[in-house]
C-alpha cells in the first residue's frame, strides 16, 4: 500500500488523487474489488472511490464487470507489466553507471538480468568493445540449467518456487559442460549462495564465458554479469568477481536510498 503520510495530506487535491489511484490498485491486486469494499479499506467516501474508478476504467487501468459490479485490473496494467524493459527500468537506471564502470575496466560485455517466471529477460547489455565479442544474442532466456548468470536468479528464489521452477527445466546438454540433472544443479546452486557469485565457461557456446553476482531485495531475482571469451577472463576472475560484487552492493544502496526518498 502506497504509504501516505501527514505531508502529503496536505498536497494539491491531484497529488492525493494519484496516492489513491495507486491504492486501489494495491485493492484490486488483493482481491478487493467492489466500491463499498475499498472505500472501506481506504477510509474514503464512496462517491470519490466511485470517481476514480470510473475515470480509471477510461483510461483502461481497471475493468468493470457489469454481473458483480466488481472492478479488476485492467489491460494498461497488463500491457506495460508484459515488458520487462519498461517495468524494470528503474533498476536499469540505478545500475547503468555501475554497468559503464565495469565495461571500461574489462572490455567485455556486461548485462544486467531479471527472473520472470521460468525466464530470464535481459534488461540492458553493454556490447563488448573487443575485437571479437561475446554478446547476449536474445533477450528472453529459457535453459536455467546452463550459464552462471541464470544460476545466480535461481539462487534468489525461495525453496517453494525453485521447487516449481526446476520441475519445468528441461536439462538439454547444449555444450559437453553443460549441466544435466537436477542434482549438479542444486549442488550448484549452494555453492553459489556460498561464495556469492556463479563463474562459467564452455556451457552455452564453447570459449564463452561469464561471471555474475545478485542484485538483492530487488522485487524479482536481479542480476548483473560479465561475458566474453574464456582465454580474456579466466586469468582476470578474482578481480572480476570483486568488481562485480561492488557494482552490485552500489546498486543495492542506490534502490534503498530511492526506497526510502534519501539523497
Keep these: 500500500m502506497p504509504k501516505v503520510t501527514e505531508k502529503t495530506k496536505t498536497k494539491a487535491p491531484a497529488f492525493k488523487s494519484v496516492f489513491r489511484v495507486a491504492a ?13 469494499e475499498i472505500a472501506n479499506v481506504l ?39 508484459t515488458n520487462p524493459s519498461v517495468t524494470h527500468n528503474t533498476l536499469v537506471l540505478n545500475a547503468i553507471n555501475e554497468m559503464e ?21 535481459v534488461l540492458h547489455e553493454i556490447p563488448s568493445t573487443q575485437d571479437i565479442q561475446i554478446v547476449a544474442k536474445k533477450s528472453v532466456g529459457y535453459n536455467l540449467h546452463a550459464g552462471p548468470n541464470s544460476r545466480v536468479l535461481l539462487t534468489q528464489l525461495n525453496n517453494k518456487d525453485l521447487k516449481k521452477v526446476i520441475g519445468n527445466i528441461k536439462f538439454v546438454k547444449l555444450t559437453e559442460r553443460t549441466i544435466t540433472s537436477k542434482e549438479a544443479l542444486m549442488e550448484e546452486l549452494k555453492k553459489i549462495k556460498k561464495q556469492g557469485y556463479a563463474a ?4 552455452r557456446v564453447p570459449g564463452a564465458m561469464s561471471i555474475s553476482v545478485p ?4 522485487v524479482l531475482p536481479a542480476s548483473i554479469g560479465i561475458l566474453g571469451l574464456e582465454s580474456r ?5 578474482e578481480e572480476y ?21 534519501n539523497d
Excluded at 52 to 73: D, G, H, K, S, W
Excluded at 200 to 203: I, L
Design 241 to 261: 568477481v570483486t568488481a562485480l560484487k561492488k557494482a552490485a552492493a552500489n546498486i543495492e544502496n542506490s534502490l534503498t536510498k530511492q526506497d526510502t526518498g
Design 101 to 121: 564502470r565495469l565495461s571500461e575496466l574489462t572490455g567485455e560485455s556486461i548485462a544486467m538480468n531479471v527472473l520472470v517466471g521460468v525466464n530470464t529477460y
Design 215 to 218: 542484485i538483492k531485495n530487488y
Design 200 to 203: 562459467g565457461w564452455g556451457e
Design 24 to 36: 486501489i490498485l494495491n485493492c484490486l491486486d488483493k482481491g478487493i474489488g467492489t466500491v463499498s
Design 233 to 237: 577472463m579466466k586469468p582476470k576472475l
Design 43 to 81: 477510509k474514503v467516501n464512496k462517491s470519490t472511490v466511485y470517481r476514480l474508478l470510473q475515470a480509471m476504467v477510461a483510461a483502461e487501468i481497471t475493468l468493470r464487470n457489469p454481473i458483480n459490479r466488481r472492478y479488476y485490473i485492467g489491460p494498461l496494467i497488463a500491457q506495460i507489466a
